[in-house]
């Protein structure tokens, strides 16, 4: 028996060396992962930087619409956050990337003052669409931009003319009119159970998943259906302070040609603009907030020195 067990007892030197290469082993396997997941989320900031340079050309001053996209490598999740703390807030987007069938993790975001996109709060995908419409509230505010993917069709039922027209004009490839398939978006204009969004186009409001948001203009109605209500109501926050920033800096503007003899008599209005904007809660306000801004809007068309 004692050599029996003599015989399965290792030397300490091989004990040793087992342990050793075994901890050697785990290091670098450790750090090895360590050093993929850095260069990933190094990867998901970079892509989110190209994002958002990717958008500036779709910053127009033109009145229809414009599209483009882009492809991803590797299945893509972009998340889509707003803050709309300071002066303008921010547009934040964060990549997450499948990488070893499984979504990487990272707390880097990219933001952005200037840009303001509208979708759901994470769109996934490899091909995204994105199209834009600038908004005026009276003046031009900012391009509203609508980001989608290609694993969602969106198909537009009964929309009035002049939107059907815009739709089938930008030809992206994830939007549909009336030819609705059983696994699209279905987009209602005139009422139907079998919508996941019910717009209606005449008392400006949108509901999607039951949740409802108001708009003004085209523009915003775009954004309302894209987009979930969370991301819709920040974004238009930060819209309103956008308004409230030019109203300010338009009143100047009047005293500026009113001191040079040309009257633009809009100087008490762009205050209550200024004030309204910078009241805004949601977009319930829209409505009332509206009058006034077409108000203006006719008065700077007839003014003797227009401001815009």
Known sequence: MLEKKGYLELPFAWLFAIVAGAFILFLAIFFATKLINLEQTSIDAQTGKEIGILLNPLETSFEAGKTTSFIMPVDTRIYNKCNNKGIFGRQIIQISQKSFNKWTETDLEVGFSNKYIFSENYTEGKKFYLFSKPFEFPFKISDLIYMTSSNKIYCFKDPPLNIEEELASLNQGNIRINNCS???????????????????????????????????????????????????????????????????????????????????????????????????????????????????????????????
């Open 182 to 308: 059983g696994e699209s978006i279905k987009i209602c204009f005139s009422g139907g159970s079998e919508c996941e969004v019910d717009v209606n186009y005449e008392y400006k409001w949108v509901i999607r998943n039951s949740e409802k948001v108001y708009f003004e203009k085209d523009a915003l109605m775009y954004a309302a259906i894209f987009s979930d209500k969370k991301t819709y109501e920040c974004q238009l926050k930060r819209l309103m302070q956008r308004v409230n920033q030019l109203a300010l800096l338009y009143q100047d503007k009047a005293d500026f040609v009113s001191k040079a003899g040309c009257e633009s008599n809009l100087k008490q209005d762009l205050l209550m603009l200024s004030n309204s904007a910078s009241d805004f809660e949601d977009s319930s306000n829209l409505g009332v907030l509206a009058i006034n801004v077409e108000s203006i809007k006719d008065k700077n068309n007839f003014a003797d020195c227009e401001l815009w």
